[in-house]
């Protein structure tokens, strides 16, 4: 893991939320809107603390009732007792933890991985709502949204404002394999084609160096020929932030425009700042890293137990079969 993707995981780990940083001159209100709507009311907010007062936060999304996926970085090292998951000023204890089976959590593998992925099982359920996973071929060009819940900001300063819940939209420009499982990948655009950092002929080489978190990616993301053509900004575009570890990418099914959980928000950085400028506080040419969920599709079913049917439902037809055969 480099120095930056290390403070990106930090920074996620040690400090309070950094929520999504929107377009300068933006609707906050539509994008409070687009959070507070019934179909991501499965955002949580994690919190993982030791006994000696070291601890992390991150973000989650409860996708079944009592499940919850986060980024395995939040609360890898920790056990489920020390996990307690929080929505609408009440918290929730977690009683099981499974990790990625292509995740470690060593340095030198660190966020290079696709397989930065955890799930947590609370011990009381917070929602009835079920959002499905999204298996389709591909994702290029679909647009997401994603949610945080923290600081705002917008992308000429940055992350710096106050603690709130937030959603942003973005297209997918990238997605691609990588060790473990892959990626989904993001920028953060202000209409220009200077800060358009996923076209990668716009952006200076002198930006590609040491600063750049995890370097082999930068090759592998910027330097391939654009996927797709490059549009405009989303209505609601946006990024997140150093906090976000953990939140969700959703994209809405062509068939019946139900939302399905794309990604897990990973990390993220920002390619075309030149030096003196942090790459982490999600200003415009910001990437997001998002986890690809197809990869881990069978494992994310298989960890979660079917649905058992109760004592009392199976009494109650041993004894209709009872009446009737009577």
């Known amino acids: 893991m480099t120095l930056k993707a290390l403070f990106y995981a930090t920074c ?9 940083v929107i377009q300068h001159g933006g609707s906050l209100e539509d994008h409070l809107a687009l959070a507070n709507d019934v179909a991501f009311n499965g955002l949580t ?4 603390n030791r006994r000696n007062g070291t601890g992390s936060t991150g973000t989650g999304f409860e996708f079944q009732p ?22 609408g000023g009440k918290s929730h204890r977690a009683m099981f933890i499974s ?27 917070t929602t009835t709502r079920k959002t499905s996973l999204f298996s389709g071929s591909s994702l290029l060009g679909s647009e997401g949204v994603f949610l945080g819940q923290g600081f705002s900001g917008t992308g000429i300063l940055g992350a710096n404002g106050s603690t709130m819940r937030l959603a942003g939209t973005n297209t997918i420009d990238r997605e691609f394999s990588s060790l473990g499982g892959g990626f989904l990948v993001t920028d953060f ?8 950092a996923l076209q990668a002929s716009t952006v200076a080489r002198s930006f590609y160096d040491d600063g750049f978190s995890n370097p082999t990616l930068s090759a592998t993301v910027l330097e391939q020929a654009p996927a797709i053509s490059e549009a405009m900004p989303t209505s609601l575009e ?25 990604g897990i928000t990973s990390w993220g950085t920002n390619p075309t700042l030149p030096s003196g400028f942090s790459r982490n506080d999600s200003r415009y040419g910001d990437l997001t890293f998002f986890t690809d969920l197809r990869p881990h599709h ?10 058992k049917i109760g004592l009392q439902l199976i009494l109650a037809i041993a004894f209709l079969r009872f009446r009737h055969r009577s």
């Open 66 to 87: 009592g499940w919850v996926l986060t980024a395995a970085h939040v609360v890898d090292g920790f056990s489920a007792d020390q996990i307690t998951i929080h929505r």
């Open 99 to 125: 990790l990625a089976p292509g995740w470690s959590g060593n340095p030198t593998t660190g966020l290079n991985q696709g397989a930065d992925l955890a799930l947590l099982r609370l011990k009381n359920p």
């Open 12 to 20: 996620s780990a040690f400090s309070s939320l950094h929520a999504v």
């Open 238 to 262: 946006a990024t997140t932030a150093p906090g976000d570890s953990g939140g969700p990418l959703l994209v809405q099914s062509s068939s019946d425009g139900s939302w399905q959980l794309a």
């Open 45 to 48: 907010e994690i919190r993982a």
């Open 189 to 196: 655009d202000d209409g220009s084609e200077r800060r358009n």
């Open 298 to 307: 069978d494992w994310i079913v298989n960890t979660i137990p079917e649905p």
